[in-house]
């Protein structure tokens, strides 16, 4: 079945600088690609999704881009902020079926 | 609005005993609803997923159970937790993924 690899699993930046997430999917048929964000405390949130016939995505701060090729993902964060502070999960969806697969997670901690 | 309610926030545990985890949602009718689970250290894994009332898939095998009694109830459960149930259960609702895949707050559970 899928698998979903992430990478790095933590990050520790100052404020204000620029961060990237690496993500790869094991299986073709995946075409759906939410990702996640679990602050302390509080339940998993979505930021940013992209599908498998796109190359790029772009909402605020963050930049997601995917290469069917390779099965890659990476997400890009500017401008970090401590409220960036979070768990950031990378996820693969194969098609409309509900189910996604999970990464491991990246922690990443700004510091002020 | 929709709402995701889980209980009990937290369960400590012993092993052999029964558990009871649940689940409910208000404010969307005929949700898709999904249950996932995260080892400690580990990755979100999804358990069962339900499309309607009294049917439930099983994703992965762990020695639980799950049922949907009501439209707007999700039940997880087992008569005799084990040591590696230990860990984070989330609830969730929704589609294929992305914005409308709502997730609960969780329930912590620490088997002893």
């Known amino acids: 079945g899928e698998q979903v690899e992430q990478l790095p699993s933590s990050l520790i930046v100052q404020e204000g600088a620029s961060v990237l997430i690496n993500c790869s999917y094991t299986d073709s048929a995946s075409v759906y690609f939410p990702w996640y964000k679990q602050e302390p405390g509080k339940r998993l949130q979505f930021i940013i999704d992209i599908r498998s016939n796109m190359e790029r995505k772009q909402t605020q701060r963050l930049t997601l881009l995917f290469d069917k090729k390779t099965k890659h993902l990476s997400l890009h964060i500017t401008a970090t902020q401590p409220g960036d502070s979070a768990i950031y999960f990378c996820s693969a969806s194969p098609g409309n079926t509900g189910k996604l697969i999970f990464g491991l997670g990246t922690t990443l901690q700004v510091q002020p | 609005a929709q709402t995701i309610h889980q209980w009990p926030v937290a369960e400590i545990k012993a092993v052999g005993s029964p558990l009871s985890l649940g689940c409910t949602i208000k404010?969307?009718?005929?949700?898709?609803l999904y249950w996932y689970w995260q080892a400690t250290g580990g990755t979100l894994q999804q358990l069962f997923y339900s499309i309607t009332v009294g049917q439930v898939e099983s994703v992965v095998q762990l020695n639980l159970s799950a049922s949907r009694p009501k439209d707007d109830q999700f039940i997880l459960s087992t008569e005799k937790l084990l040591l590696s149930h230990s860990g984070f259960y989330l609830c969730?609702?929704?589609?294929?993924?992305?914005?409308?895949?709502?997730f609960g707050s969780g329930t912590r559970l620490l088997v002893i």
């Open positions: 969730a609702w929704g589609g294929t993924g992305g914005p409308d895949y709502t």
């Open positions: 404010g969307k009718s005929s949700p898709n």
